[in-house]
Nanobody, 122 residues
Framework: QVQLVESGGGSVQAGGSLRLSCAAS????????MAWFRQAPGKEREFVAA????????DYADSVKGRFTISRDNAKNTVYLQMNSLKPEDTAVYYC???????????????WGQGTQVTVSL
């Protein structure tokens, strides 16, 4: 089992920044990639970004490229999502997830966190 706990959500005005954190615990040695997803009201959950624990390779959705940065701290088993130039359309519940690879975590994550709300207002 893997446990994921997100934090750092909140409310911000458009153009502002937030940093989300996801602390992982449990049997994470098989979780070679971590990812962030988001789900806005009335919409399906969508992929945002992913990173490998080793090597640090990353993958981003086109909608966040150049604005969001995913990073990790292996010593703390924590993954971050730095979100800059936020827009109202970024408003959603953000979820952390794990998977065995960058490709698989994007489509079939193994474990999910409980989510953290991000609200961006004009």
């Amino acid at each position: 089992q893997v446990q994921l706990v997100e934090s750092g959500g909140g409310s911000v005005q458009a153009g502002g920044s937030l940093r989300l954190s996801c602390a992982a615990s449990g049997r994470i040695f098989n979780s070679y990639a971590m990812a962030w997803f988001r789900q806005a009201p009335g919409k399906e959950r969508e992929f945002v970004a992913a990173i490998r624990w080793t090597g640090g390779s990353t993958d981003y959705a086109d909608s966040v490229k150049g604005r969001f940065t995913i990073s990790r701290d292996n010593a703390k088993n924590t993954v971050y999502l730095q979100m800059n130039s936020l827009k109202p359309e970024d408003t959603a519940v953000y979820y952390c997830a794990t998977g065995p690879s960058l490709v698989v975590v994007r489509t079939r994550p193994g474990y999910w966190g409980q989510g953290t709300q991000v609200t961006v207002s004009l």
